[in-house]
């Protein structure tokens, strides 16, 4: 699924690599586009205006696991999930929950969206979002989430920067 896998977690490589994406220049026009690795073809990232998202870790496939083992690998993904969100709060102050209710119910009816929210959506990275911003490092937002496509794919913990402010979409 991304060129993350097979990758163990690690919350300074994580926090390392929110860093990188902070930094990283922002389009400030064009299409929304997906990348892979050349090599794999894995997804590595995706790219809009005025936003930049990709996966930070990603478990083992769960195909055929169930039960207790499907619960263990659900809570392992979001206790890694807090140990960034507790980082990153250490840094930045509390985060902010950004729900994606309303943009998986407006992807579901075809609706229209912000590009950010529709580009998390195409990319099945509907897990609610821990956001801070703006920061004082360009005024930029930021927001982190682990999600899974579906009952067998891989948790992906995934980070999202933008130079918009990353705010709960109303009903």
Known sequence: MTSRAGETF??????SDIEALLAADLPTGGAT???GDPATG???VTRGEGFRFGPLWESEALTGVYGREWNEAEEAAAENLALVVRELDSRWGPHRRVSMRV???RDQAGEPMPAMFQALCDMDCYGDLAVWGPLTVGGRWIGV???QCDGDAPMILTAVVSDRPITELED
Do not use: I, Q
């Open 145 to 147: 989430s682990v999600s």
């Open 42 to 44: 894995e997804w590595t």
């Open 33 to 35: 586009v997906s990348e």
């Open 10 to 15: 690690a919350t300074d490589r994580t926090v």
């Open 103 to 105: 943009p998986l119910f």
